[in-house]
Antibody, heavy 118, light 108 residues
Framework: QVQLVESGGTVVQPGRALRLSCVASELIFSRFAMHWVRQAPGKGLEWVAL????????YYADSVKGRFTISRDNSKNTLFLQMNSLRRDDTAVYYCVKPGGGYYFDLWGQGTLVTVSS | SYVLTQAPPVSVAPGQTATITCGGNSIENKRVHWYQQRPGQAPVLVVYDDSDRPSGIPERFSGSNSGDTATLTISRVEAGDEADYYCHVWDSSSDHYVFGPGTKVTVL
C-alpha cells in the first residue's frame, strides 16, 4: 500500500530548530517532486515547500523562506524539512504530500504536530 | 500573490445538493483542485483539474470552473460528506501553491 509516514513533530521552544522526516512506502519515490503542507490548529491549509524529484530545485512559501529547508534522500525514500528559528506561528500539523500528474496533491501523509511554545 | 476566497459554511439535508464556491481573479484560467478533510483526518483529493475525479471518488462529486468562480457540487449528500472542503490552485506568477480558506459542510 502506497503511503507516506511523517515523524519528528514535538514541542519546541521559540528560536530553536527541528527536523521532520517523511518515509514513502511502496512508491517509486525518486520519480516524484514532493511537498510539505501545514495546517495550524483550527485553521486552513498552507503550502510550505516543494522539492524536485532529483533534489536540484526547491521552492518555499514566503512565510518560511530563509528559515526552512526541504531536502530528500532518494536512496532511503525519505523527505525532510529542516526548520530553524521556529516561531509560535509555525505551530501546525505538517503533512508530507505527493503531487499527482499535474499541480494537485494526490497522496497525503497522516501529519506530524509541531508545537512551538516556551 | 494570488488569493482564493470561499463561501461561508453550508448546511444541507441528506439527499440534497451542496454547492461550494471558490473565487479568484480570472480563476477560469487556472486549474482548480478540491480536497475533502474530515475532522481529525488528512485531506483527500476529490476533484482535480477543475472537473476530473480520482479513482474511488463517487460520481456525486463534480466540479466546474468559469469566470471568477470555481464550483464543487456534491449531489445526493450523505452523512459521510460532512467535512471541510478546500480549493487549491498553482499560481504561475509566483510559483506558489495557494489554498482557499475552506468551507465547512454540515449534513443536517
Amino acid at each position: 500500500q502506497v503511503q507516506l509516514v511523517e515523524s519528528g513533530g514535538t514541542v519546541v521552544q521559540p528560536g530553536r530548530a527541528l527536523r521532520l522526516s517523511c518515509v514513502a512506502s511502496e512508491l517509486i519515490f525518486s520519480r516524484f517532486a514532493m511537498h510539505w503542507v501545514r495546517q495550524a490548529p483550527g485553521k486552513g491549509l498552507e503550502w510550505v515547500a516543494l522539492i524536485s524529484n532529483d533534489g536540484s530545485k526547491e521552492y518555499y512559501a514566503d512565510s518560511v523562506k530563509g528559515r526552512f529547508t526541504i531536502s530528500r534522500d532518494n536512496s532511503k525514500n525519505t523527505l525532510f524539512l529542516q526548520m530553524n528559528s521556529l516561531r509560535r506561528d509555525d505551530t501546525a500539523v505538517y503533512y508530507c504530500v505527493k503531487p499527482g500528474g499535474g499541480y494537485y496533491f494526490d497522496l497525503w501523509g497522516q501529519g506530524t504536530l509541531v508545537t512551538v511554545s516556551s | 500573490s494570488y488569493v482564493l476566497t470561499q463561501a461561508p459554511p453550508v448546511s444541507v439535508a441528506p439527499g440534497q445538493t451542496a454547492t461550494i464556491t471558490c473565487g479568484g481573479n480570472s480563476i477560469e484560467n487556472k486549474r482548480v483542485h478540491w480536497y475533502q478533510q474530515r475532522p481529525g483526518q488528512a485531506p483527500v483529493l476529490v476533484v482535480y483539474d477543475d472537473s476530473d475525479r480520482p479513482s474511488g471518488i463517487p460520481e456525486r462529486f463534480s466540479g466546474s470552473n468559469s469566470g471568477d468562480t470555481a464550483t464543487l457540487t456534491i449531489s445526493r449528500v450523505e452523512a459521510g460528506d460532512e467535512a471541510d472542503y478546500y480549493c487549491h490552485v498553482w499560481d504561475s506568477s509566483s510559483d506558489h501553491y495557494v489554498f482557499g480558506p475552506g468551507t465547512k459542510v454540515t449534513v443536517l
